[in-house]
């Protein structure tokens, strides 16, 4: 079970210290053994000749996760070129072993804080996310734009007849978008079938409090780590991107924001009016649809 099989002793300095938070308990302690004896020392408390890692003695649900060797002490007589050899020049090393408790998933609250979803109305478990608010510049035809009639505080506003109309081509309307990241974690696996075909496409039904077509599925990316008892596990991040005028929403002639579709005719040449054949498609993109909790890991597995 990962014991080791060479003398070593647990140094005074620094002294362990226990980390603990809703991903585990961490700790590290420093060994001392002869530097002959080192690299067997970590092969053995990681479980490399077994595949079970020391069990820390301090704590039975921690287990040795990582190792680092630092070689102390030279060798009487012995050659500097002969450092990495295991028994030449270095008398002893310190060892500084990480202890890990497997990932504490907590029981689905009824009632998630605000810090811990975007949507706690929508609980997705195990996840976090980030989100950034920003504009879109959206260009103005320049024959949407007239001067008003009217001031910021009501009061009329004189326009000459030599003044020229504002459009340009150059102005631009702000849209208030904003980048959504969630990090699903603990995912077993992934399955390419239920978000290669999704990448790109926009909700079809009103997601997170924000209207159809509005919220684009931008991609996914992946992350690899082992847990404490060495599952490989992957932290998948879906990111989407909101638009609030919407993604089949164009800036009209006459400065109206108007869907549009892809162009249709028929054997005439005559335009099709139907509805559908929008650019951007619509599909059920909710995180939990692309990453199902089948895929997850969870406590007992």
């Not at 590290?28 to 690299?39: C, E, I, K, L, N």
Request: proline content about 7%.
């Amino acid at each position: 079970m990962g014991v080791p099989t060479v003398a070593y002793k647990q140094a005074h300095n620094p002294s362990p210290r226990v980390k603990a938070s809703l991903q585990g308990l961490t700790s590290s302690v420093r060994y001392q053994t002869a530097w002959v004896d080192a690299f067997t020392f970590v092969n053995d408390v990681l479980g490399f000749r077994d595949g079970s890692p020391w069990i820390w003695p301090a704590s039975p649900n921690m287990r040795a996760t990582e190792a680092s060797i630092e070689p102390v002490g030279n060798k009487i007589g012995g050659a500097a070129s002969d450092a990495s050899v295991p028994g030449n020049y270095y008398l002893k090393a310190f060892i500084d072993v990480q202890f890990s408790s497997a990932v504490s998933i907590l029981p689905m609250p009824s009632v998630y804080p605000v810090a811990t979803q975007f949507d706690p109305a929508s609980p997705i478990d195990m996840s976090s996310f980030s989100v950034h608010y920003s504009a879109e510049m959206i260009k103005l035809p320049s024959s949407a734009l007239q001067w008003s009639f009217y001031n910021a505080d009501g009061t009329a506003q004189t326009i000459s007849a030599s003044i020229k109309d504002p459009g340009s081509g150059n102005d631009y309307y702000r849209c208030p978008t904003f980048t959504l990241n969630i990090t699903m974690q603990n995912c077993l696996y992934v399955n390419y079938n239920n978000f290669a075909n999704k990448i790109g496409f926009v909700n079809s039904s009103t997601m997170w409090g924000c209207g159809p077509e509005t919220i684009l599925f931008d991609g996914a990316s992946t992350n690899r780590r082992e847990m404490a008892s060495g599952l490989p596990v992957l932290d998948v991040t879906l990111s989407y991107k909101w638009r609030a005028v919407g993604w089949n929403v164009a800036m009209a002639s006459n400065g109206n924001l108007m869907r549009y579709a892809r162009r249709q005719t028929d054997a005439a040449g005559s335009i099709i009016i139907a509805p559908g054949n929008t650019v951007y498609q619509a599909a059920n993109i909710f995180p939990t649809t692309i990453i199902p909790n089948s895929q997850r890991w969870t406590s007992g597995v």
